[in-house]
């Protein structure tokens, strides 16, 4: 069973920058995809970027050219660096490990981050 904990939450005026962090209590290289999903108040989850084993990175159109996915495998931690922040990417914000394993796909998730953008 994969551990996942975010950090890096928090409150940001519109236009500026926070970055997530994902770490992982296993080594994320063995992991096929590692994801960013955020939930806003009365809405479906979304898939915001994910990052595959093989470097393969997948973008949400709203958030394409503002965000960045990327992975630090010596610490086992995925990074989600937000730019130009609005207020419509206020949401809890939760990492997803998806792994491969006997044929079957297993999927963990972490707790969630707050992120709240104000205008």
């Known amino acids: 069973q994969v551990q996942l904990v975010e950090s890096g939450g928090g409150l940001v005026q519109a236009g500026g920058s926070l970055r997530l962090s994902c770490a992982a209590s296993?080594?994320?290289?063995?992991?096929?995809?590692m994801g960013w999903y955020r939930q806003a108040a009365g809405k479906q989850r979304e898939l915001v970027a994910d990052?595959?084993?093989?470097?393969?990175?997948n973008y949400a159109d709203s958030v394409k050219g503002r965000f960045t996915i990327s992975r630090d495998n010596d610490k086992n931690t995925v990074y989600l660096q937000m730019n130009s922040l609005k207020p419509e990417d206020t949401a809890v914000y939760y990492c997803?490990?998806?792994?491969?394993?006997?044929?079957?796909?297993?999927?963990?998730w972490g707790q969630g981050t707050q992120v709240t953008v104000s205008s």
């Open positions: 296993e080594n994320i290289v063995s992991i096929n995809v």
């Open positions: 997803k490990a998806e792994r491969e394993k006997y044929g079957l796909r297993f999927a963990y």
């Open positions: 990052l595959t084993s093989g470097g393969s990175r």
